[in-house]
């Protein structure tokens, strides 16, 4: 079972509505995983102005928020109640197949990266070109290779890459 941490930053000149959408769309996308019982909880990582207090409110997530987002980071690991976290970037959302590849992770060792579905050819002949846009990996390793977001964790971690993709939501 998993811990997911949806990280949620702002992108320059993104409306705060757009990425409350964002936010609630990659948030629905893990409820699924959450009644199948391979996400314990849930938890948005942010900044403090990004009015996040009211989402995770009415989500029912835990909520950790700090200016610096290394520390809002740290702060969730250290309250997630699973060995094995799922970091998410918010504004994503995996597609089929994802709960039965987190349901074979269980146990397992090391870290594996959800990456963006090719959207172009290039993309589609070299799938490691894609984006990682999420992460599951054991909460000890996280919290000693600190925060750096999924893309940079997943590097630093050597992170094998999932079977399942996620979209653009």
């Known amino acids: 079972m998993h811990s997911a941490l949806v990280l949620v930053r ?12 964002a936010l609630v769309r990659s948030l629905a996308a893990l409820v699924p995983a959450l009644m199948e019982d391979c996400l314990r909880e849930a938890t948005l990582v942010g900044a403090p102005d990004l009015g996040l207090a009211d989402i995770a409110d009415h989500a029912g997530c835990g909520l950790s928020v700090d200016a610096d987002p290394a520390r809002a980071f740290e702060s969730a690991l250290a309250a997630a109640r ?20 987190l349901k074979e992770l269980e146990g397992a060792r090391g870290a594996f990266a959800l990456r963006l579905a ?9 799938p490691r070109l894609s984006p990682v846009v999420g992460l599951s990996a054991p909460r000890r390793a996280c919290m000693a290779r600190g925060f750096a977001g999924a893309a940079a964790a997943a590097g630093g971690l050597g992170a094998r890459t999932l079977a399942t993709r996620a979209r653009r939501v």
């Not at 090719?118 to 070299?126: F, K, M, S």
């Open 82 to 101: 699973c060995d094995r976290v799922f970091v998410l970037e918010a504004g994503y959302a995996p597609l089929a197949g994802f709960i039965d590849e």
């Open 118 to 126: 090719p959207d172009g050819l290039l993309a589609r002949l070299a």
């Open 10 to 21: 702002t992108v320059a000149g993104e409306r705060r509505e757009r990425l409350h959408q």
